[in-house]
């Protein structure tokens, strides 16, 4: 484990404490100073992109927490959390980054199975395991408050979620090699039925849906935001394709009867600008690849983006982590890797033009979970039961991928991956559980009313065109 671990801590005291003692000015220019600094650039570049995105982030409490993961963490650098203080190692785990109630979903792994399990690993990094957790209730108290819950009810909730968590922990330390997935054969309710519905997806209406068929071949639908690229740019994506395919594990490229067949024949190529809240201004690359027979139906559609970097990066001061992370695309899929007993069959990176990008498949099987119909307040405890086994998954599962990482990847020093990071986790909460989850609701409870005040503060700045760039 890395001994150099810190974080930038301006002064012994817990984060709450000094946010609800700033002012709505104060806070207010804090909201702006922040996305000045590290979004400045890229509002520079593309103002239109980022009003669109403060637009969606300006609708709605959820939406602008989903979209302010750097106020968060600019939050948390001043947070002196009980749990890693004196536990460095807890400390210095793989974390999501960004683990909030719709960054939960289905996919298909590389054994033909569905999982239900965090995505987006965009923000992924070494901290605190308590992070994880802090972040994901903030964001369940959110839910629960726009569907009317009371706070009693709130509480209810994120507490569920924290006791389910733990309890995972300790069977994780009781089996240590234990791969836990969540599949069809051991969920029910609203998991099992989004699973389900993943499930009866099929391949062929989701190709059909991004491509047409043309002189007897496949080429992909064109539109506003889906265009051409040029020769140029086509040759480049060409050849960072190439240096992608070799970050794929060769045992995923024989996972499958028919795998040894693939060419990594590339069809068709088009650029697609986002319009996602936290991706705004980007633009990514879908490629069409020949499937390993000539027939149409199983036809590859993969996504080439550019790797973002994490905003936990920014307050975590470690320059060995630095180095490790240097390409943030190689930096997003040892996350997944690490926090995923099985990835995806697709899952790489590679560099267009110097840019880190993250590779993977459009799949037809990938559903991120909606909060819309989840209203019952005993279909939400069974939800949120789920979340925290998963939550304490990503923290505890037995990497089994990591050993068949890419040369590049797998010469990274193991003191990387955590080794049974349960036993960290419980050797930092001790025996006091009930302290633990009182600790981490009270935060839940209170962050969340915090964001509904800078969610109103971020969109009175926003609508009078305070935020410098947006004028």
């Known amino acids: 484990m890395f001994s150099n671990l810190s974080f930038e801590c301006d002064a012994p005291e817990k984060a709450i404490d000094r946010i609800k003692a700033q002012t709505d000015e104060e806070r207010s220019q804090f909201i702006i100073d922040t996305f000045v600094q590290y979004l400045g650039d890229g509002i520079q570049d593309n103002p239109t992109a980022f009003r669109g995105r403060f637009r969606k982030m300006a609708a709605t409490p959820f939406n602008f927490y989903r979209g302010s993961a750097l106020l968060f963490y600019q939050d948390l650098k001043i947070d002196q959390d009980p749990w890693i203080n004196g536990h460095i190692e807890a400390g210095n785990i793989f974390i999501h980054g960004d683990l909030h109630a719709e960054n939960f979903g289905t996919y298909l792994d590389n054994h033909g199975i569905l999982n239900f399990d965090v995505n987006d690993f965009d923000e992924g990094y070494c901290g605190p395991f308590t992070w994880d957790i802090k972040r994901l209730l903030a964001s369940l108290n959110l839910v629960a408050h726009s569907k009317g819950c009371s706070d009693i009810e709130i509480e209810q909730i994120l507490r569920t979620c924290v006791e389910s968590y733990l309890k995972q922990v300790d069977e994780f330390c009781q089996q240590p090699d234990n791969i836990f997935l969540l599949t069809l054969t051991n969920t029910t309710g609203k998991i099992k039925k989004i699973l389900n519905e993943t499930r009866i997806k099929s391949h062929v209406e989701h190709l059909n849906s991004m491509t047409v068929i043309e002189d007897y071949d496949r080429r992909f639908i064109r539109s506003k935001t889906i265009k051409d690229v040029d020769d140029d740019l086509r040759a480049d994506i060409l050849e960072a394709f ?9 045992f995923k490229k024989k996972g499958d009867q028919n795998s040894e067949n693939f060419s990594y024949h590339i069809k068709d190529i088009v650029s697609r600008s986002s319009s996602g809240i936290g991706s705004a201004g980007k633009v990514s690359y879908s490629i069409l690849v020949e499937g ?16 973002q970097k994490s905003a936990i990066s920014y307050v975590v001061q470690n320059d060995e982590l630095e180095n490790f992370f240097q390409h943030d695309g190689l930096r997003t899929v040892l996350c997944s890797y690490a926090m995923q007993a099985v990835t995806p069959q697709w899952l790489g990176y590679t560099s267009l033009r110097s840019i880190p990008c993250v590779v993977d498949e459009v799949t037809a099987h990938s559903q991120g979970l909606e909060w819309d119909d989840i209203n019952d307040i005993n279909d939400m ?49 001790q025996d006091r559980d009930e302290e633990f989850i009182n600790y981490m609701v009270e935060f839940g409870m209170e962050y969340g009313k915090q964001v509904r005040r800078y969610h109103h503060l971020f969109f009175e700045a926003f609508r009078n065109k305070l935020i410098p760039g947006l004028e």
């Open 292 to 307: 390993p027979t000539q027939t149409l139906e199983n036809d590859i559609i993969l996504y080439m983006k550019p790797a």
């Open 242 to 250: 190439e240096n992608y395919v070799k970050t794929i594990p060769e």
């Open 381 to 429: 405890f069974e939800v949120v039961t789920y979340l925290g086994q998963v939550t304490a998954k990503i923290h505890c599962v037995a990497d089994s991928d990591c050993v068949n990482t890419p040369a590049d990847v797998a010469c990274l020093p193991f003191s990387i991956i955590p080794l049974h990071t349960e036993k960290t986790i419980r050797e930092a909460i």
